[in-house]
């Protein structure tokens, strides 16, 4: 079995199939097009540059694509890049499907949604639990297979929910050792807070963000779905009005795209949470092949540091 693309170092020649994410097309210094690729397996993926790139390539090389690649890695920038030599698409004999070059969850769809279920069953708050198991249920074929992004933190499948099943994780140890906090609020904040993204987003694979997402995001989303529900279910205490306040602020800031600052202790802990939950994801990704006494690529999400892995770690 060929090693994936995350074992790979400068140097090497590659040779191997991988699967089109994105292809972006370009204007050379020169005047002529090329693509810009990014190329996947389950392990990773990395950036090349097509040249002199036709109208027929512009057709044959698009996302969701299997093709053969012959090349060389490079490091370009300080980050990995394949050198192309030679490209074209995989036939059907090739014997390689689509599902061989994508990265999954750590968890199957059944243990997370078995984790996130048992979280609802917990909770007291009759509101607040009908209206979470509601669009939950609502939304939970798309929620189980979405990335939580289109890149820097869970950008595969699966990755909402984990994303979730991890956020619960950490926040029943912080409510164990905060017991004012509410539990329900702060499950239920976990729950929805990017369940909006099943709309924002396009799908798992090639993810890119439909007309929804771009002109609304999945925060606005999220909040007006909530409110659907309320008045679906005939609920109208306060509890609605909390929920909607835990989406519409968990990014924290206006310039991190919160339309309201936290101002309410548990929309305070959960925009803590998403933070830890997302920033441990990108470090344990982009740390995840440097060997101990090395550095990792620059990280644009965390101010464009490089992370040390010391040489102690295994």
């Known amino acids: 079995m060929a090693k994936g693309l995350l074992y790979y170092e400068v140097g090497e020649q590659f040779d191997a199939f991988l699967l089109i994410k994105h292809a972006t097309k370009g204007i050379a210094s020169n005047g002529k097009p090329f693509l810009t690729l990014i190329l996947q397996d389950r392990t990773g993926d990395i950036e090349a540059k097509l040249w002199d790139a036709t109208e027929q390539d512009e057709q044959t090389y698009k996302p969701e694509t299997i093709v053969k690649v012959t090349g060389d890695i490079l490091n370009y920038r300080g980050r990995l890049q394949l050198k192309i030599r030679q490209i074209h698409p995989a036939q059907p004999g090739d014997g390689v499907r689509i599902s061989d070059f994508i990265e999954t969850a750590p968890l199957s769809q059944e243990e997370m949604m078995g984790k996130i279920t048992q979280y609802i069953f917990d909770m007291k708050n009759p509101n607040i639990q009908r209206l979470t198991?509601?669009?939950?249920?609502?939304?939970?074929?798309?929620?189980?297979?979405?990335?939580?992004?289109?890149?820097?933190?869970?950008?595969?499948?699966?990755?909402?929910?984990?994303?979730?099943?991890?956020?619960?994780?950490?926040?029943?140890?912080?409510?164990?050792?905060?017991?004012?906090?509410?539990?329900?609020?702060?499950?239920?904040?976990?729950?929805?807070?990017?369940?909006?993204?099943?709309?924002?987003?396009?799908?798992?694979?090639?993810?890119?963000?439909?007309?929804?997402?771009?002109?609304?995001?999945?925060?606005?989303?999220?909040?007006?779905?909530?409110?659907?529900?309320?008045?679906?279910?005939?609920?109208?205490?306060?509890?609605?009005?909390?929920?909607?306040?835990?989406?519409?602020?968990?990014?924290?800031?206006?310039?991190?795209?919160?339309?309201?600052?936290?101002?309410?202790?548990?929309?305070?802990?959960?925009?803590?949470?998403?933070?830890?939950?997302?920033?441990?994801?990108?470090?344990?990704?982009?740390?995840?092949?440097v060997k101990p006494g090395e550095f990792s690529d620059r990280i644009y999400a965390l101010d464009n540091r490089s992370f040390y892995k010391p040489t102690f770690h295994q």
């Open 133 to 289: 198991r509601h669009l939950l249920k609502k939304y939970q074929k798309r929620f189980l297979v979405y990335p939580a992004a289109t890149k820097n933190h869970h950008e595969f499948v699966s990755g909402l929910a984990y994303h979730v099943v991890s956020m619960l994780d950490l926040a029943k140890a912080i409510a164990g050792l905060y017991p004012s906090l509410d539990r329900d609020l702060l499950y239920a904040g976990v729950i929805l807070h990017d369940l909006g993204k099943v709309q924002e987003l396009s799908g798992p694979i090639s993810t890119t963000y439909t007309a929804e997402g771009n002109l609304l995001g999945h925060i606005s989303i999220m909040v007006t779905e909530i409110a659907k529900a309320a008045e679906e279910l005939g609920i109208h205490g306060e509890e609605v009005m909390v929920l909607e306040h835990m989406v519409i602020s968990h990014h924290g800031k206006a310039e991190w795209g919160s339309a309201k600052p936290p101002m309410i202790k548990e929309a305070e802990i959960l925009h803590y949470i998403d933070n830890i939950d997302a920033k441990m994801n990108m470090l344990d990704r982009a740390l995840r092949n």
